[in-house]
């Protein structure tokens, strides 16, 4: 089975820094993604890792540890359009996506 | 390009009727998936399609059935709808050996049943 961990919520204050956690156990692994998901809409792709160690995407940045079962999104220069659900998803041996429940970000001035 | 359209965009179910729920891509994707997305549980994949004519079981796949006639299309029918079915529906596809072969999500559907 999967098992994706992420926290329920966070908050942080506008143009600060917010890391978001995911640690996972997987029967398979073949990459990790990282989506965003304002209220009421559909999940749009931010990052994918296959490999460890840290991809940057202008003021988003992902990290895999492999061995340890863990990545961390992080945002940088936040902005009140930050303001979502973050899910981490696990792609195990096939094309198949395992989603943790999603953290849900709010940003305050 | 329209991407990924669902349809109907919320719909009120009467428990025990039957509905499909549709989803097109003009992407050409090869594969092409269905979740339920509820409070607290996050995504969870109830049927998937790796290519035209095949279809898989996902997490959650009781109470759904699927087909893949094309690539375009992939329909979900609630045989026998019951209020535990209440949710958002989110379709999705994905391209086979690209980079990364992320999935795209399309509007989804919010099902009430009662």
């Known amino acids: 089975g999967q098992n994706i961990d992420q926290p329920t919520e966070m908050t942080a204050t506008e143009g600060a820094i917010v890391q978001i956690n995911c640690t996972y156990q997987?029967?398979?692994?073949?990459?990790l993604f990282w989506y965003q998901q304002h209220a009421g809409e559909a999940p749009t792709f931010l990052s994918y890792?296959?490999?460890?160690g840290l991809e940057e995407k202008g003021r988003f940045s992902s990290f895999l540890s492999r061995s340890k079962g863990y990545s961390y999104l992080l945002l940088k220069e936040l902005q009140m359009k930050d303001s979502a659900s973050y899910l981490c998803?696990?792609?195990?041996?096939?094309?198949?996506?395992?989603f943790g429940a999603g953290t849900t970000v709010t940003v305050r001035a | 390009t329209a991407g990924i359209t669902q349809a109907p965009t919320s719909q009120i179910l009467a428990a025990g009727r039957s509905m499909t729920l549709r989803c097109t891509q003009d992407?050409?994707?090869?594969?092409m998936y269905w979740y339920r997305q509820d409070l607290g549980l996050g995504l969870r994949l109830i049927h998937y399609?790796?290519?035209?004519?095949?279809?898989g079981k996902g997490e959650v796949p009781d109470g759904y059935s699927v087909s893949r006639a094309n690539t375009d299309d992939f329909p979900l029918t609630l045989a026998s709808a019951v209020p535990s079915q209440t949710s958002v529906y989110f379709c999705?596809?994905?391209?086979?050996?690209?980079?990364?072969?992320?999935?795209?999500f399309g509007p989804g559907t919010r099902l009430t049943v009662l």
């Open positions: 999705a596809s994905s391209e086979r050996g690209g980079d990364y072969n992320e999935q795209f």
């Open positions: 997987t029967s398979g692994f073949n990459g």
């Open positions: 890792n296959v490999l460890d």
């Open positions: 998803a696990v792609r195990d041996g096939g094309y198949k996506l395992s």
């Open positions: 992407m050409r994707h090869n594969a």
């Open positions: 399609s790796n290519t035209a004519g095949t279809t």
